[in-house]
């Protein structure tokens, strides 16, 4: 009872009004009738207990006007700053505790009722909800009034505490859930790491076996390799014709005969590629084996007609295109046409001049080859080891270093492998004979490309030389197969590589890896030759243009007798031929 009361001096004026204004009990009485009939029944009290309710509650009005008229004066600095940082219920709770810590007047006799005080609480529990509590409930409760206008325990509600621990209890779950979601990653880069070694084995092997295989049929004789290089074009025209039927199909095959097939369409694709290879290998053996050919009368016939019997076969093939052309396939069936035949013109024209290739000399097959070869594999080692410039967008894994690198390491080669290779007959004679192997006695007039050469230093140069070196140089001996070798390795390194860039680009049209599988490890076969069929084609070109003899042979002239003159002119030809024979004293056998 004896509880310390704190008020401003201000508020406790305010309580202290003259009693003059008191209203008639006729009119107290109401208004505590109105507030007690939502809570209790009307109790009745003594005069001096309604003359000082009376008088309690003109104070709590005047109370609560100066406590409206002081929440007005400071709300236009503070009311703004507050919702910004705070929740919307503290301003409501901040203002109100000067008013609520007001004390009611010094305390007045306790009411001989005790249900008096009973009845108030119930409406300053209502009236406290809006943040505004009414100094109502403690001047009624006149038995201990103190108790009742305790403010604190509303204010204690106002921190708003509960919002800071959601964000702690979150963060806890959250850190969970990525510490039991990381451990199940490991096994995926391990199964990864797995596979890539098997894939590196099974390329090592296959790789080993190509090497190997090369070699052999290499040793066997020219003709393997151009067997070699016939099963190699086949795998390419089927790889690539194969990725015609990836395409989408059109409008009309979608409405007429969808689920049918075209049966005409691998029929005539293999078609044309015999009717091609029967053209272009015709042309080669008839070209080197004259000699054979038209020394025997049942070839003669194909020898002197190849040409027309290859055009006559190829229109057979295309009258049967027409004939084979349906509604509903009309597209597909033109869009395979003119992917044959474009096929046709990169991979097989391509091998028929690496075949010729072949039969020129295995050098400028084998030597060729090697080059493409060596630039891809330096290719990859400068770009794992200094690469960082991406070359083309088409090989992101291209890089510049390695491209120039690749270029240097194969020049060098070329320069010492062709020194190699080319003392041996086996490899720079061209084909006689298409029975000769490695073992075979092989001789012949070698071209003079790979005949030694001195090349004289000028005296002051050879001077300068024997003054810092103490060696007397005056000639540098030189083949010109060596320059040969430098002009090849420049186009093998330069320009054959964008042969695998344009197979590059053609995976990324049809959105594939591979052309294939022909190759385990490696892909398809065409992956492996993209850049080998335009190298052929520059070395035939560049071998027929440059270093090749042309003269007089044996099955050239035999070929202008047989196709140029008649069975009388033969027959006087070889009688003058004989007569001529035994002139030089030269016996002819019977």
Not at 137 to 147: G, I, M, R, S
Not at 444 to 467: D, G, H, M, S
Request: hydrophobic share 45%; aromatic share 12%; glycine share 6%.
């Amino acid at each position: 009872m004896s509880k310390s009361r704190f008020a401003s001096r201000t508020a406790f004026d305010a309580l202290q009004i003259d009693n003059s204004d008191e209203e008639s009990e006729e009119e107290v009485v109401p208004e505590v009738v109105v507030e007690e009939s939502s809570t209790e029944p009307p109790v009745k009290m003594t005069k001096t207990a309604m003359k000082k309710a009376a008088k309690a509650a003109r104070d709590a009005k005047r109370q609560h006007r100066l406590g409206l008229s002081r929440d007005v004066s400071p709300s236009p600095s503070t009311t703004p700053d507050v919702p910004k940082s705070h929740s919307p219920a503290v301003p409501t709770f901040s203002l109100p505790p000067e008013p609520i810590a007001v004390e009611p007047p010094p305390p007045v006799e306790p009411a001989p009722h005790p249900k008096e005080s009973e009845r108030v609480p119930p409406t300053t529990n209502g009236n406290g909800i809006n943040g505004v509590i009414q100094p109502l409930a403690p001047v009624v409760d006149l038995a201990e009034p103190p108790k009742e206008v305790d403010v604190p325990k509303p204010i204690s509600v106002v921190p708003a505490e509960p919002p800071a621990p959601p964000p702690v209890i979150k963060a806890g779950p959250a850190k969970q859930t990525v510490a039991f979601s990381a451990p199940p990653q490991p096994p995926a880069p391990d199964a990864e790491q797995v596979k890539k070694r098997q894939n590196v084995v099974t390329r090592t092997v296959w790789t080993l076996i190509m090497i190997f295989g090369f070699i052999g049929l290499l040793l066997l004789g020219h003709g393997y390799m151009v067997i070699l290089v016939m099963i190699c074009q086949t795998l390419v025209y089927r790889e690539v014709t194969a990725l015609f039927s990836l395409s989408k199909p059109s409008e009309e095959s979608k409405v007429v005969d969808h689920g049918k097939k075209d049966p005409w369409s691998k029929t005539l694709n293999w078609y044309f590629f015999a009717v091609t290879n029967y053209f272009l290998y015709g042309e080669s053996i008839i070209y080197y084996f004259k000699h054979v050919v038209f020394a025997d009368a049942q070839l003669l016939p194909f020898a002197t007609n190849h040409r027309m019997i290859s055009f006559v076969l190829y229109t057979i093939g295309f009258m049967g295109f027409v004939m084979s052309l349906k509604k509903g396939y009309l597209k597909q069936q033109f869009g395979l046409f003119c992917w044959v035949h474009m096929t046709l013109l990169l991979i097989v024209v391509s091998s028929h001049f690496i075949v010729n290739n072949i039969l020129e000399g295995l050098i400028w097959f084998f030597v060729p080859a090697s080059l493409v070869i060596c630039n891809d594999v330096f290719a990859y080692i400068w770009g794992q080891l200094v690469g960082h410039t991406p070359l083309i967008s088409l090989s992101p894994k291209k890089t510049v270093e390695g491209f120039v690198g690749a270029f240097i390491t194969t020049v060098l080669f070329s320069l010492a492998w062709g020194s190699f290779f080319m003392r041996f007959d086996y490899m720079i004679c061209p084909v006689h004979d298409l029975g000769v192997s490695a073992w075979s006695s092989v001789a012949c007039r070698p071209n003079p490309t790979f005949i030694w050469k001195e090349w004289q230093i000028w005296a002051p140069v050879a001077n300068f030389l024997y003054t810092c070196l103490g060696v007397t140089i005056k000639s540098i001996p030189y083949v010109p197969y060596h320059f040969h070798l430098i002009f090849m390795s420049t186009f093998a390194s330069l320009v054959a590589p964008f042969g695998g860039f344009f197979a590059s680009g053609f995976k990324r049209a049809f959105d594939i890896k591979d052309f294939g599988h022909s190759i385990p490890g490696h892909g398809g076969m065409t992956d492996r030759m993209d850049c080998q069929f335009l190298m052929g084609v520059f070395v035939y070109v560049y071998h027929s243009t440059l270093i090749r003899e042309h003269h007089v042979t044996v099955g050239s002239v035999l070929q202008t007798i047989v196709s140029g003159l008649t069975v009388d002119e033969q027959l006087e030809l070889i009688g003058d031929l004989k007569r001529y024979l035994e002139g030089q004293g030269i016996r002819i056998p019977c």
